[in-house]
């Protein structure tokens, strides 16, 4: 896949996707994640536009994505397991286990974050456009150039409505609606019963989810974030 298209469908693939990720992590030693991702039918549609620029083959484009990144988690030295299934049209359920965070981050080249903080009894995330470089080195795509122009640091300040114009412009005027609808959510197993709660919801005595729209990364003008504690 050429490197533009490639950064065209990280685009698509974080813009137009409802996210559910559940994690079980704790301070030291193992943890898991598993991503459930629906696309949008336009978005694939808009990536079959781009097909002449793909080398020919059996997959769609969408299941040879979910297999490169099953297989770029894989290869990871902190990664124990890693596996992805097509569960329905669009969807996917991406699972990966970790020996422990610290070495997962040092697999990216991270040696001091402030994304989040984990301790015995607490976990908090925090996303600003502060601390926004530090997510880049943990997900590289994000400093691409083909992609910086679409991220937070390329449209400080920019509303919106502008925001959405100019992803009409780019994508058709379907493009604007389908980002809007989409959301990322996370539901975190904690250790423990949870004591406390902030910005985020408990749904059961060890579980929390939290939930924000794309366009809220896209822009980034205000802090995403939530933080628990337990017992």
């Given at each position: 896949?050429?490197?533009?298209?490639?950064?065209?469908?990280?685009?698509?693939?974080?813009?137009?996707?409802?996210?559910?990720?559940?994690?079980?992590?704790?301070?030291?030693?193992?943890?898991?994640?598993?991503?459930?991702?629906?696309?949008?039918?336009?978005?694939?549609?808009?990536?079959?536009?781009?097909?002449?620029?793909?080398?020919?083959?059996?997959?769609?484009?969408?299941?040879?994505?979910?297999?490169?990144?099953?297989?770029?988690?894989?290869?990871?030295?902190?990664?124990t397991?890693?596996?992805?299934?097509?569960?329905?049209?669009?969807?996917?359920?991406?699972?990966f286990?970790?020996?422990?965070?610290?070495?997962?981050?040092?697999?990216?080249?991270?040696?001091?974050?402030?994304?989040?903080?984990?301790?015995?009894?607490s976990?908090?995330?925090?996303l600003?456009?502060?601390?926004?470089?530090?997510?880049?080195?943990?997900?590289p795509f994000?400093?691409?150039?083909?992609?910086?122009?679409?991220?937070?640091?390329?449209?400080?300040?920019?509303?919106?409505?502008?925001?959405?114009?100019?992803?009409?412009?780019?994508?058709?005027?379907?493009?604007?609606?389908?980002?809007?609808?989409?959301?990322?959510?996370?539901?975190?197993?904690?250790?423990?019963?949870?004591?406390?709660?902030?910005?985020?919801?408990?749904?059961d005595?060890?579980t929390?989810?939290?939930?924000?729209?794309?366009?809220q990364?896209?822009?980034?003008?205000?802090?995403?974030?939530?933080?628990?504690?337990?017992?």
């Open positions: 896949m050429r490197k533009p298209l490639a950064i065209l469908l990280s685009l698509l693939m974080l813009a137009s996707c409802t996210v559910t990720e559940t994690l079980d992590i704790s301070a030291e030693g193992p943890g898991s994640s598993t991503a459930d991702i629906h696309v949008e039918q336009f978005f694939i549609d808009v990536l079959y536009d781009f097909a002449e620029f793909l080398p020919e083959g059996n997959e769609s484009i969408m299941d040879s994505a979910i297999e490169d990144f099953e297989a770029q988690l894989a290869a990871l030295p902190s990664i397991s890693a596996s992805a299934e097509k569960t329905g049209e669009n969807q996917y359920t991406l699972s286990d970790y020996s422990d965070v610290a070495s997962f981050l040092a697999d990216f080249g991270v040696t001091e974050q402030s994304l989040f903080t984990i301790t015995d009894d976990f908090t995330f925090n600003d456009i502060g601390n926004y470089p530090e997510l880049k080195t943990v997900v994000l400093a691409d150039p083909n992609f910086e122009v679409y991220g937070p640091e390329y449209n400080q300040g920019m509303s919106e409505a502008d925001y959405l114009e100019m992803i009409s412009f780019l994508l058709g005027e379907e493009g604007p609606d389908a980002i809007s609808n989409g959301k990322v959510t996370i539901l975190l197993d904690v250790p423990g019963t949870i004591a406390d709660v902030q910005n985020a919801e408990a749904i005595d060890d929390v989810s939290f939930s924000f729209p794309i366009i990364f896209l822009l980034l003008s205000e802090p995403i974030g939530f933080s628990v504690s337990w017992n």
